[in-house]
C-alpha cells in the first residue's frame, strides 16, 4: 500500500484532496496493529472499570452526598445509580458501531474517549447533596454511557480491520478479557479509593481519558470498510423503547408492591414487561423491512453467529449474577465475621477477589492465541464447563467458608470466563462480511451488557425469593434471644427481605436504624452491644443467603452449561457464512477458515492482510497491482 493510500479516507477515489492530520504511525506500519490493539484496550478498559468502581464504592458514594440507601424511597436511586450506564450502553452500542461502519470506526471511537473524558469531570464535582445529589451522578453515568458505549461498539471492529486472521484471535483475547477484567479490576481500584474521597473513582477516569484521547487521535487509521447509509431511526426508536422498557421493568420487579416482597404484581411492572416485549417484537419487523437496518436480522442466518451470541448473552447473565453474590457474601457476611469493620468492607472485598482477576488476565490471551491454532470452539465449550464446576464448587462451600477454597474457585471462576471471552468473541466476529463489522460488533455488546442488567433482576429475585421463605423465622427468633420485645421483632420480621439484601450489599449493619433508639437503650447493654456489633447480623442472615444462593447458583450452573452447547453450534456442511459468501475479501478477512476455525486461505487471502482495505480488486479477486503469496 502507498502512502498515499494510507493516507486517503475510506471510500474515496485517488486523485481527491483531503485534510489530514500528522499522525504517529501510519496505518502500514508493521507495528501499527499493536498500536491499534493497546489503544482500543485501555478504551475498553475504563468503560468496563467505570461500571465495578461505582458498584463496590457505593456505600462511600451515598455517605458523600448525605443520602441513606436504606430508606425504601432511595432504593431505587441504588438501583438506578447501576443500572443506568448498563442500560444506555447496551441499548446504544448497536447503533454507534453502525455509525463507525457509515461515518468511521475510528472517527466514532475518539469521540467516545472524549465524552467519556469530559463527564468524569463532571461526575467528579458533583455540588448538590440528597437526592438532588443522587440525580446528578445518575443523569451524568448515563450520558458517560453514550461515550462507553462509542469505545465498545467499535473496539473490536477496529482490531479485526488491523489484525490479519492469524493473529486476530490472540488480539480479540487480549482486548475482551481486558473488558471483562476490567469489571473485576474495579472491585480492587474502587475499594481502595473510595476510603480517601469518593469522588476519586471519578477523577481515576481523567488523565487516562485525556491520554487515550490523543493517542487514538494520532495514532489509529480508518483501515476498514466504510459503508455509507442512512441511520435506521425507527429501529432504533423501537429497539431503545423496547430494551428500556423491560429493562426497567425488571428493575422495579425486584423491589417491593402491595405488601409483596417484590413487584411482579404491580401494574406498572406487568405493562412494562408486556409492552417492552411487544416494542421488540415490533422493532424485529421493522428491522425486516427496512433496507439499512441497525440490527441486520440477516446475521442470525448464520448459525455460528446465532450461537456465539446466544452463549454471549447466557455467559454474562451468569458472570453478572456471580459478581452481586460474591459482593453481598463477602461484604455482609464473611468479612464481618472475621473481624473486619464495616467501613473497611469494600476495600477488602475487592482484594479477596483479585484470585477471580488473575484468572481472566491469565486465561484470556493465551486462549486466544491458542484458539488461532487450533480452532475456537474446544475453548470456547472448556470455558463454560470450567465456569459450570466453579459454580458446582462454589454451591457447596459453607457460608463461613476457609478462604483457600474460596479462593481457588473464584480463581476456576476466572480462569473459566478467560477460556470462554476470546474464542467466542472470535466465532462471532469471524461469521460476518467486513462491512457489518461494526454492527456485528455492537450486537455482541449489547448481548454482553443487556445480560449483565438482566443478571441484577434475575438474580436479586431468585436471591429475594430465597431469603423471603426462612428469613422472617430466623430474624424474629434472632431478636427475640437478644430480649427485644416480641411486637418490635415481629415488625422487623416482616420487612421486605430487599432491605437486608440491599444492607449486605452495601456493607451495611441495618439492625441499628431498624430497631433504633427507642429499644435499644432500653435493652441490657450487653444485647445491644451485641446487636450492633460485626457478628450478630452475618450470623443471622448466614442460613438465609445460603438458602437463596442455591438457587442462584443452580441457574448459574444451568446457564453456563447450556452456553457450552450453543458455543459448538456451527453452519451445516456445505452452507457458507455470511462471511464467506459476501465478497472474495471476506473469505479471509473474517476469520481464516469456516466458523473461525483456522486454515490455510485460497489464493485471495493475500487481501487479509490488510483486512478491509477500500482499493479495488481486479477479475481475480485480488487487489490491483497486487501479486498473490499463495
Known sequence: MTAEQTRRPAGTAPGVRHRTRRAWISADHPRYKWVALTNT????????????????????????IRLDPLQPGNVGYLLWMLMGYLLVTAVLVVTLGRLGDMRGRVRVYNLGFVVFTVTSVILSVDPLHGSAGALW????????????????????????????????????????????????????????????????????????????????????????????????????????????????????????????????????????????????????MVEAKVTEPMFPLRLFRDAAFAGGNAATLLGAIARGGLQFMLIIWLQGIWLPLHGYDYADTPLWAGIYLLPLTVGFLAAGPVSGALSDRFGARPFAVAGCAVTAVSFAGLLVLPTDFPYGAFAV???????????????????????????????????????????????????????????????????????????????AAHTVATLPPVGVLFAAFLGYNPVRQLLGPAILDHLPRANA????????????????????LVVVFTLAIAMALVAAVTSLIRNRRGTTSAATSASPLATTSAGGGVDGRPGRAPCTATVAEAPGSQWPLDGSGRQKGQRPTC
Request: net charge positive; charged share 5%.
Open 137 to 284: 451522578l445518575i443523569g451524568w453515568r448515563i450520558v458517560q454511557a453514550v461515550g462507553g458505549a462509542m469505545l465498545m461498539a467499535n473496539s473490536t471492529a477496529i482490531l479485526t480491520d488491523a489484525f490479519p486472521a492469524r493473529q486476530r484471535g490472540m488480539a480479540l483475547g487480549v482486548n475482551m478479557v481486558a473488558g471483562i477484567a476490567g469489571t473485576f479490576i474495579g472491585l480492587v481500584l474502587g475499594g481502595a479509593l473510595v476510603e480517601w474521597n469518593w469522588r476519586s473513582i471519578f477523577w481515576v477516569n481523567v488523565p487516562i481519558g485525556l491520554i487515550g484521547t490523543v493517542w487514538a487521535y494520532k495514532s489509529l487509521h480508518e483501515t476498514g470498510i466504510r459503508n455509507p447509509g442512512r441511520i435506521d431511526w425507527w429501529g432504533n426508536l423501537t429497539f431503545g423503547a423496547g430494551l428500556t422498557a423491560l429493562l426497567a421493568a425488571i428493575t422495579y420487579g425486584i423491589q417491593p408492591y402491595g405488601g409483596h416482597t417484590m413487584g411482579w404484581t404491580d401494574p406498572w411492572v406487568l405493562a412494562g414487561l408486556a409492552g417492552g416485549a411487544l416494542t421488540l417484537a415490533v422493532f424485529c
Open 41 to 64: 484496550t485501555l478504551g475498553v478498559l475504563i468503560a468496563t472499570i467505570n461500571g465495578s468502581i461505582v458498584l463496590i464504592s457505593l456505600p462511600g458514594i451515598f455517605t458523600g
Open 529 to 548: 452491644a451485641n446487636l450492633t456489633g460485626r457478628e450478630f447480623f452475618p450470623h443471622l442472615i448466614s442460613r438465609p443467603f445460603h438458602d437463596g
Open 409 to 487: 474457585l473464584v480463581l476456576l471462576n476466572g480462569l473459566g470466563n478467560g477460556l470462554f471471552a476470546a474464542p467466542n468473541t472470535s466465532i462471532i466476529m469471524s461469521s460476518v462480511p467486513p462491512d457489518a463489522r461494526g454492527a456485528a460488533s455492537g450486537m455482541r455488546a449489547t448481548f454482553q451488557n443487556a445480560g449483565t442488567v438482566l443478571s441484577m433482576g434475575v438474580f436479586f429475585s431468585l436471591m429475594v425469593a430465597g431469603l423471603a421463605g426462612s428469613l422472617p423465622h430466623t430474624l424474629g427468633s434472632g431478636l427475640t434471644a437478644q430480649h427485644v420485645p416480641a411486637p
